[in-house]
């Protein structure tokens, strides 16, 4: 079974960036496809960006925009998700989960992803 392990959360004033990294272990990434979820205190969660099992195929919320990018690095079984132009609506514990795919599709985020890390903790002031 998959372990996770979020990194790379800080404090950033708007405009910054940051780059979130998703380590995984326990098993070998290049099967399953990683998704970045985000929760905002009072909110619910939401999916940011999810990535195909070898890297071929992303998507991506409504609200990214152009400003995050999502890439893998299979052989360092690890995830990453750089994230410009932040504005405090980006605020929120970002986390990263996995999800067992047999081909190169883009799961839907109400999939049933698993894996889940502690998350990382993102703040954006204005």
């Known amino acids: 079974q998959l372990q996770v392990v979020e990194s790379g959360g800080g404090l950033v004033q708007s405009g910054g960036s940051l780059r979130l990294s998703c380590q995984f272990s326990?098993?070998?990434?290049?099967?399953?496809?990683v998704a970045w979820f985000r929760q905002a205190p009072g909110k619910e969660r939401e999916g940011v960006s999810c990535?195909?099992?070898?890297?071929?195929?992303?998507k991506y919320a409504d609200f990214v925009r152009g400003r995050f990018a999502i890439s893998r690095d299979n052989a360092k079984n690890t995830v990453y998700l750089q994230m410009n132009s932040l504005e405090p609506e980006d605020t929120g514990t970002y986390y990263c989960?996995?999800?067992?795919?047999?081909?190169?599709?883009?799961?839907?985020?109400?999939?049933?992803?698993?894996?889940w890390g502690q998350g990382t903790q993102v703040t954006v002031s204005s």
């Open positions: 989960a996995a999800l067992l795919m047999f081909n190169e599709y883009v799961p839907p985020f109400h999939d049933q992803f698993g894996s």
């Open positions: 990535i195909s099992k070898g890297g071929v195929a992303t």
């Open positions: 326990g098993d070998t990434l290049k099967h399953y496809a």
